[in-house]
T-cell receptor, first 114, second 111 residues
Framework: AQSVTQLGSHVSVSEGALVLLRCNYS??????LFWYVQYPNQGLQLLLK??????LVKGINGFEAEFKKSETSFHLTKPSAHMSDAAEYFC????????????FGSGTRLQVQP | NAGVMQNPRHLVRRRGQEARLRCSPM?????VYWYRQLPEEGLKFMVY????????ESGMPKERFSAEFPKEGPSILRIQQVVRGDSAAYFC?????????FGQGTRLTVV
């Protein structure tokens, strides 16, 4: 069975500061990992994904994440926060076993202070 | 190429009524997933369908909920005899492979 843990349901940073959103996963097979962003009353938009290959993944809006197998982590970072980054962020995992459904973490709400 | 289309965006039902939620996947996508998001929570998988087939319904409640993805037309998530606890946002996603594209969701309110 797969699971995702996002540490910190709320994170607040100042505009221009580093953003770090934590995600740890468990999976019985090599995972596919995703970060999605959700703005109020909207659907989910894919920020980035890791399937195979390079462990440092770059996504949209200046975000990136690094897959660390030894730590079972896939933390999301952005060097400099912008006000428009304020949203809910979800980490998700899936396995290429035919089921392919995503298992989501409970989400982290990012606030950006001016 | 239009994205995943869900309708209605908002749906209000009285307890005991039926709710029908529709999802049209992106063109060329044959895999459809339904997820439910309760307030202040992440998304929970409900069901995975391909055309005319339910592949995985392990996340569906055993009673009152059903889903279909017919050969023609949108995928339908049907909730019979709704109760207050069914109030949530229901998201549909479609995918060609591993990456899922989400619709904007249907927000169901049961009064």
């Amino acid at each position: 069975a797969q699971s995702v843990t996002q540490l910190g349901s709320h994170v607040s940073v100042s505009e221009g500061a580093l953003v770090l959103l934590r995600c740890n996963y468990s999976s019985s097979v090599p995972p596919y990992l995703f970060w999605y962003v959700q703005y109020p009353n909207q659907g989910l938009q894919l920020l980035l994904k890791y399937t195979t290959g390079a462990t440092l993944v770059k996504g949209i809006n200046g975000f990136e994440a690094e897959f660390k197998k030894s730590e079972t982590s896939f933390h999301l970072t952005k060097p400099s926060a912008h006000m428009s980054d304020a949203a809910e962020y979800f980490c998700a995992v899936s396995e290429d076993t035919g089921r392919r459904a995503l298992t989501f973490g409970s989400g982290t709400r990012l606030q950006v202070q001016p | 190429n239009a994205g995943v289309m869900q309708n209605p965006r908002h749906l209000v039902r009285r307890r005991g009524q039926e709710a029908r939620l529709r999802c049209s996947p992106m063109k060329g996508h044959s895999h459809v997933y339904w997820y439910r998001q309760l307030p202040e929570e992440g998304l929970k998988f409900m069901v995975y369908l391909q055309k005319e087939n339910i592949i995985d319904e392990s996340g569906m409640p055993k009673e009152r909920f059903s889903a279909e993805f017919p050969k023609e037309g949108p995928s339908i998530l049907r909730i019979q005899q709704v109760v207050r606890g069914d109030s949530a946002a229901y998201f549909c996603a479609s995918s060609p492979e591993q990456e899922a594209f989400f619709g904007q969701g249907t927000r169901l309110t049961v009064v």
